[in-house]
């Protein structure tokens, strides 16, 4: 968390830049390449979690340390890239 005293507001970090403009927010883009038949109940919750369900499926997401946490538990079932700049919708 940001200290209080150096002119950081509530809920900003301290190294971001002021106002939320400039570069976008990287983003990642997670696809399912593997069924969960048979995996462990909470590694299927986690694909469901990222958006997943079947294989094949894409979903873009923004690069963070919760869901980098995410990816982390399911690499075998999942394939991870970075995103386009401009594109910022499912397929």
Not at 50 to 73: F, K, Q, V, Y
Not at 74 to 86: D, F, M, R, S, T
């Amino acid at each position: 968390m940001a200290p209080t005293g150096m002119g950081a507001r509530l809920g900003e970090e301290a190294g971001a830049p002021a106002g939320g403009k400039g570069m976008a927010p990287a983003q990642l883009e997670v696809t399912q390449v593997k069924s969960a038949i048979g995996s462990k109940p909470k590694h299927r919750g986690t694909l469901r979690a990222l958006g997943l369900g079947r294989i094949g499926r894409t979903n873009i997401l923004p690069d963070r340390p919760e869901i980098r946490g995410m990816i982390a538990r399911v690499p075998h079932l999942i394939e991870v890239g970075e995103a386009p700049a401009e594109e910022t919708t499912r397929t």
